[in-house]
Each structure stands twice: as C-alpha cells, then as structure tokens.
C-alpha cells in the first residue's frame, strides 16, 4: 500500500520560504514522477510543481515558477518542495502525489495521472 506523508508547513510571514518533505513507502519510488498540489479554502485543488522519477525534468505551474522548487532524494524516497519569496496567495494545504506510470520521462501537471496522494500539510502565509 502506498503511502505518502507531507511535513514541513507551517505560518510564515510574506517573504519567507518554507521547505516541505513528503516520504513515500510502499512503491518503488525511484521509478516514478512525483507532484505537489495545492487546494486553498473555497478554490478547487491547483497543480503547483512536478518531478520525473530521475528528477532531471521538472515543471511549474506559472503561480510558482521562478519561486518554487521541486527536488528529490531517491535514496531517501523523498520529494521536496522548496518554497521562497512566499505570498498570501499561497496560503493552502499541500499535497504530495505519485505519477501512476513508471519511468514518465515528462512531468505532467495533470493530477488524473497522480494515482497516490498524500494527506497533505498546512501552509499559512500573513501579510
């Protein structure tokens, strides 16, 4: 059974950068792309970041890029999102999600491909 387990989020002031984790167990993790969503009070959940299972791709929603930064340990079976230059508008939970097919050599925004996700984490920013 595959299980994914967000940390890392918490109440930061505009401006600031938090660094979320998200541990996979029960899949061969080094053979699949890994996501990271977003659902914020009252929106539908929005794609934020993906990475192909070398980590080698990466891709960001527009909300994010230059901002947001996907990596990952595959010895460590851990995906991380690093965020800085954080805003108001990021205030939501984040999800973590495994690509449903293995060795995708493109990461993929669409969250249909996305068979496993995690519960998720808080991420607060004040202004």
């Known amino acids: 059974q595959v299980q994914l387990v967000e940390s890392g989020g918490g109440l930061v002031q505009a401006g600031g950068s938090l660094r979320l984790s998200c541990a996979a167990s029960g899949l061969t993790f080094r053979r699949y792309g890994m996501g990271w969503f977003r659902q914020a009070p009252g929106k539908e959940r929005e794609f934020v970041a993906a990475i192909s299972w070398t980590g080698g791709s990466t891709y960001y929603a527009d909300s994010v890029k230059g901002r947001f930064t996907a990596s990952r340990d595959n010895a460590k079976n851990t995906v991380y999102l690093q965020m800085n230059s954080l805003k108001p508008e990021d205030t939501a939970v984040y999800y973590c999600?495994?690509?449903?097919?293995?060795?995708?050599?493109?990461?993929?925004?669409?969250?249909?491909?996305?068979?496993?996700w995690g519960r998720g984490t808080q991420v607060t920013v004040s202004s």
């Open positions: 999600a495994a690509d449903s097919r293995p060795y995708a050599d493109t990461p993929h925004g669409d969250a249909r491909v996305f068979g496993s």
